[in-house]
């Protein structure tokens, strides 16, 4: 797999890149910051002038999203962190995409403009309103070409929907309507109606101090519009049906796996917290990210996933120590490729796994600026547990837990994925293999 | 013994947690505070449960009666185990807390072991101060000795109901009695490092979101109001418990927050504590099939006012 390049913005905290997200066609690809802003990369189309440079993603258009807000009422102050994008299916030349914090949810509509009229009658080049005495005669004004200028406008903000943090965002197949999950509570919104939302899942006890569970990530159903899933803290999903009531607290399937006993600690709750659900292109399956593994779960089959990966399991040892530095609270995300026949998750040490699913090889590669040079291609990687140690090896005890990938993305079509290392982000392309198998 | 070790290392990590989620931006994150709150269960209850005995703490059948007593210096502290010197003082009990149902007041021990034989001392006197010095030294094998005490010096006590509040926090026995090689009560090795909480709710009614784990109690209830005592608790001792609490005691606070998260208490303590619409102050986990004791006594207390005094 070779690499295109990294872009590498101040070391700062407000660049740190909290969210990564191909729209419908693979050609733009938005990032968010955790400083409200979000970034968005073009592909340029493959030239024969620059055989090298074919398909490689450039800056198209920046702007500020969200800005840090503060809650008067409550004395809290509301994060501009963007914790999730999602795109619109494009419908016409404007590209369409949802961003949101902790709070509010906008919608940004992107535009390009690369022609202007000329040739105004009534004003003149600056604008400036012509002395009529000089109009002598008619001239109907023509479109010039121009530098391509990238436009970007908050459409619709669709805000305090929420009291908990918001953590996920969904557009839905009937691209009217999109959802928003907070801690306790999903809400349905139509893209086109700012004030008000349908609140179809509520998970908040009565008393609080019932609470036992959150709801930690949803998404609908790519291909039917009344599915949706929602994952929890405790490790289980829960595949709901709009259609059978209003109210969608009652989960018309719910996928949970019995907890191993011998694999019982202190932690166990948290390491089987779902951080990601993604739903397969085909419908089919679900793809799940718990702390230690990736699962993927059939539709059809409640009891159990069908499929574990081991992410990292050398660290269910180091549990404690994880706990300590609050690495073991990290919410890594989890893609599918195309095709469905690979899955991808990121670990530490700027780690990412891959798992092909049909012969049940796995790679770890790393996103790094030592083995991202242009055209390098990715070295696998190994972390040794001890035992015999190869060359290259790393082991364990050096892995650096600040070097975390929690959000990557794929290609919706080829093999071409996002890595979002801090505060770089890495765009892989595999072009010896780029038909998906 | 271990596990007592890890189990205690994680409760303070935890509270640690839970109290620096106040100050984090944009809020306390529910999902954090809520696992961080499970751990804190799990660790506590096998730090209760855990048979080996427990040096520095220990559930003590018999509260002392006198409501009266005095929290007399410093509360011992809970937070730090004794040195492994003075630990190595301790004779180990060998059997387990003979109590079952009994344990109930568990008291903040102090944290400087005294001499094995101080304890006898206290023996001596503990009519009044009953079980808690007996308790406190629960460690020492007094539970021969202790049957004038009356307490099970029992080790760890079987039901993790958690710290009552009856914390006394130092060994000294009403009246100061001080034997031969008496116990000094021995600043809390932990008080320093714990700020001092604010006695009362730091803040205003619904404002509370970004507050630590609790809400304010509504207005009016104290945060030093004294628990009722419960009927049924063996000695009649009292759940004097409570008051302690100012003092930061950890086990107190890993009981209210184990227990009242959890649901172990019941869910309306007197006192009423708000519950804000708003962003939820902290975590709580209920697993009612998690329960290892149902001593009725910590019922009483007002987790929540306790909570707030102790942050």
Same mark, same amino acid.
């Given at each position: 797999?070779?690499?295109?390049?990294?872009?590498?913005?101040?070391?700062?905290?407000?660049?740190?890149?909290?969210?990564?997200?191909?729209?419908?066609?693979?050609?733009?690809?938005?990032?968010?910051?955790?400083?409200?802003?979000?970034?968005?990369?073009?592909?340029?189309?493959?030239?024969? @002038? #620059?055989?090298?440079?074919?398909?490689?993603?450039?800056?198209?258009?920046?702007?500020?999203?969200?800005?840090? /807000?503060?809650?008067?009422?409550?004395?809290?102050?509301?994060?501009?962190?963007?914790?999730?994008?999602?795109?619109?299916?494009?419908?016409?030349?404007?590209?369409?995409?949802?961003?949101?914090?902790?709070?509010?949810?906008?919608?940004?509509?992107?535009?390009?403009?690369?022609?202007?009229?000329?040739?105004?009658?009534?004003?003149?080049?600056?604008?400036?309103?012509?002395?009529?005495?000089?109009?002598?005669?008619?001239?109907?004004?023509?479109?010039?070409?121009? *530098?391509?200028?990238?436009?970007?406008?908050?459409?619709?903000?669709?805000?305090?929907?929420?009291?908990?943090?918001?953590?996920?965002?969904?557009?839905?197949?009937?691209?009217?309507?999109?959802?928003? #999950?907070?801690?306790?509570?999903?809400?349905?919104?139509?893209?086109?109606?700012? *004030?008000?939302?349908?609140?179809?899942?509520?998970?908040?006890?009565?008393?609080?101090?019932?609470?036992?569970?959150?709801?930690?990530?949803?998404?609908?159903?790519?291909?039917?519009?009344?599915?949706?899933?929602?994952?929890?803290?405790?490790?289980?999903?829960?595949?709901?049906?709009?259609?059978? #009531?209003?109210?969608? *607290?009652?989960?018309?399937?719910?996928? /949970?796996?019995?907890?191993?006993?011998?694999?019982?600690?202190?932690?166990?709750?948290?390491?089987?917290?779902?951080?990601?659900?993604?739903?397969?292109?085909?419908?089919?399956?679900?793809?799940?990210? *718990?702390?230690?593994?990736?699962?993927?779960?059939?539709?059809?089959?409640?009891?159990?996933?069908?499929?574990?990966?081991?992410?990292?399991?050398?660290? +269910?040892?180091?549990?404690?120590?994880?706990?300590?530095?609050?690495?073991?609270?990290?919410?890594?995300?989890?893609?599918?490729?195309?095709?469905?026949?690979?899955?991808?998750?990121?670990?530490? @040490?700027?780690?990412?796994?891959?798992?092909?699913?049909?012969?049940?090889?796995?790679?770890?590669?790393?996103?790094?600026?030592?083995?991202?040079?242009?055209?390098?291609?990715?070295?696998?990687? +190994?972390?040794?547990?001890?035992?015999?140690?190869?060359?290259?090896?790393?082991?364990?005890?050096?892995?650096?837990?600040?070097?975390?990938?929690?959000?990557?993305?794929?290609?919706? #079509? /080829?093999?071409?994925?996002?890595?979002?290392?801090?505060?770089?982000?890495?765009?892989?392309?595999?072009?010896?293999?780029?038909?998906?198998? | 013994?271990?596990?007592?070790?890890?189990?205690?290392?994680?409760?303070?990590?935890?509270?640690?947690?839970?109290?620096?989620?106040?100050?984090?931006?944009?809020?306390?994150?529910?999902?954090?505070?809520?696992?961080?709150?499970?751990?804190?269960?799990?660790?506590?209850?096998?730090?209760?449960?855990? &048979?080996?005995?427990?040096?520095?703490?220990?559930?003590?059948?018999? &509260?002392?009666?006198?409501?009266?007593?005095?929290?007399?210096?410093?509360?011992?502290? !809970?937070?730090?185990?004794?040195?492994?010197?003075?630990?190595?003082? !301790?004779?180990?009990? $060998?059997?387990?807390?003979?109590?079952?149902?009994?344990? =109930?007041?568990?008291?903040?021990?102090?944290?400087?072991?005294?001499? &094995?034989?101080?304890?006898?001392?206290?023996?001596?006197?503990?009519?009044?101060?009953?079980?808690?010095?007996? !308790?406190?030294?629960? $460690?020492?094998?007094?539970?021969?000795?202790?049957?004038?005490?009356? =307490?099970?010096?029992?080790?760890?006590?079987?039901?993790?109901?958690?710290?009552?509040?009856?914390?006394?926090?130092?060994?000294?026995?009403?009246?100061?009695?001080?034997?031969?090689?008496?116990?000094?009560?021995?600043?809390?090795?932990?008080? =320093?490092?714990?700020?001092?909480?604010?006695?009362?709710?730091?803040?205003?009614?619904?404002?509370?979101?970004?507050?630590?784990?609790?809400?304010?109690?509504?207005?009016?209830?104290?945060?030093?109001?004294?628990?009722?005592?419960?009927?049924?608790?063996?000695?009649?001792?009292?759940?004097?418990?409570?008051?302690?609490?100012?003092?930061?005691?950890?086990?107190?606070?890993?009981?209210?927050?184990?227990?009242?998260?959890?649901?172990?208490?019941?869910?309306?303590?007197?006192?009423?504590? $708000?519950?804000?619409?708003?962003?939820?102050?902290?975590? $709580?986990?209920?697993?009612?099939?998690?329960?290892?004791?149902?001593?009725?006594?910590?019922? =009483?207390?007002?987790? !929540?006012?306790?909570?707030?005094?102790?942050?």
């Amino acid at each position: 797999m070779s690499s295109q390049r990294s872009f590498e913005p101040c070391a700062s905290e407000a660049d740190i890149i909290s969210t990564v997200e191909f729209n419908h066609t693979g050609e733009l690809l938005a990032t968010g910051d955790k400083g409200g802003r979000v970034v968005i990369f073009q592909r340029e189309p493959e030239s024969k @002038n #620059a055989p090298h440079s074919q398909g490689e993603y450039d800056v198209y258009s920046t702007f500020q999203s969200h800005e840090p /807000e503060f809650d008067y009422l409550k004395s809290l102050e509301i994060e501009e962190k963007i914790n999730k994008i999602k795109w619109l299916p494009q419908q016409n030349a404007a590209h369409s995409l949802l961003s949101t914090n902790d709070k509010t949810i906008k919608l940004w509509k992107i535009t390009e403009r690369d022609k202007r009229p000329e040739g105004y009658n009534l004003k003149d080049e600056e604008g400036k309103l012509k002395d009529l005495s000089t109009v002598t005669s008619l001239q109907v004004p023509v479109l010039k070409p121009m *530098d391509l200028m990238v436009e970007v406008s908050p459409r619709r903000v669709f805000a305090n929907g929420h009291t908990y943090h918001i953590n996920s965002i969904s557009v839905n197949s009937d691209c009217e309507t999109y959802m928003s #999950a907070d801690d306790l509570r999903i809400n349905l919104w139509h893209l086109a109606i700012t *004030d008000r939302s349908f609140n179809i899942v509520d998970i908040k006890p009565a008393n609080m101090e019932d609470l036992t569970e959150v709801i930690t990530a949803s998404e609908f159903h790519p291909h039917h519009c009344n599915l949706f899933v929602y994952s929890s803290s405790k490790g289980s999903l829960r595949l709901c049906d709009m259609r059978a #009531a209003a109210l969608c *607290d009652k989960h018309s399937k719910l996928f /949970e796996e019995p907890e191993d006993p011998s694999n019982r600690s202190f932690f166990s709750e948290i390491i089987s917290s779902v951080s990601d659900v993604k739903f397969s292109h085909s419908g089919r399956y679900m793809l799940t990210r *718990d702390y230690l593994t990736v699962k993927v779960w059939d539709l059809n089959m409640e009891a159990r996933p069908i499929e574990t990966y081991q992410v990292h399991d050398y660290l +269910r040892s180091k549990l404690c120590s994880l706990y300590e530095n609050d690495c073991i609270f990290d919410k890594f995300e989890c893609a599918w490729n195309g095709s469905d026949s690979v899955i991808m998750t990121g670990a530490y @040490n700027n780690f990412f796994r891959m798992f092909d699913r049909n012969t049940k090889r796995d790679v770890t590669l790393e996103a790094s600026r030592e083995s991202s040079k242009p055209r390098a291609v990715l070295k696998p990687r +190994r972390v040794c547990v001890g035992g015999k140690r190869r060359r290259d090896d790393i082991s364990v005890d050096s892995l650096d837990f600040t070097k975390k990938i929690l959000h990557t993305a794929w290609h919706p #079509a /080829e093999n071409i994925i996002a890595i979002a290392a801090t505060n770089n982000l890495y765009i892989f392309q595999d072009k010896v293999n780029s038909e998906m198998h | 013994m271990e596990f007592k070790l890890e189990a205690h290392r994680i409760v303070s990590i935890s509270l640690g947690k839970i109290y620096n989620s106040r100050g984090q931006r944009g809020g306390i994150k529910l999902h954090k505070n809520l696992l961080v709150s499970l751990v804190l269960r799990s660790a506590r209850q096998v730090y209760l449960s855990d &048979p080996c005995p427990g040096l520095y703490l220990a559930g003590s059948p018999v &509260p002392p009666p006198q409501p009266g007593e005095p929290a007399a210096g410093p509360p011992a502290g !809970w937070g730090e185990p004794p040195p492994p010197a003075a630990r190595a003082a !301790w004779p180990e009990p $060998e059997t387990p807390p003979e109590r079952p149902a009994g344990p =109930d007041a568990r008291r903040a021990v102090d944290a400087e072991p005294a001499a &094995p034989g101080a304890g006898d001392t206290l023996q001596g006197g503990e009519a009044a101060a009953t079980a808690e010095a007996a !308790w406190r030294r629960a $460690e020492v094998p007094r539970a021969a000795a202790a049957g004038g005490a009356g =307490d099970p010096a029992g080790g760890a006590d079987v039901c993790p109901e958690g710290p009552r509040a009856a914390h006394r926090p130092c060994a000294c026995p009403p009246g100061g009695e001080a034997g031969p090689g008496a116990l000094s009560c021995a600043p809390r090795p932990a008080k =320093d490092e714990r700020p001092v909480p604010p006695p009362g709710c730091p803040r205003k009614r619904g404002a509370a979101a970004g507050d630590g784990p609790a809400d304010c109690p509504a207005p009016g209830s104290s945060p030093l109001k004294k628990p009722r005592r419960h009927p049924e608790e063996p000695a009649g001792g009292a759940a004097a418990e409570e008051e302690e609490m100012e003092t930061g005691n950890v086990a107190n606070l890993i009981s209210i927050f184990g227990s009242s998260f959890s649901g172990l208490l019941r869910k309306s303590p007197a006192g009423g504590r $708000e519950e804000a619409e708003a962003e939820e102050s902290g975590p $709580e986990a209920a697993e009612p099939g998690q329960i290892c004791c149902d001593q009725p006594v910590l019922r =009483d207390i007002n987790p !929540w006012s306790t909570a707030i005094v102790a942050f």
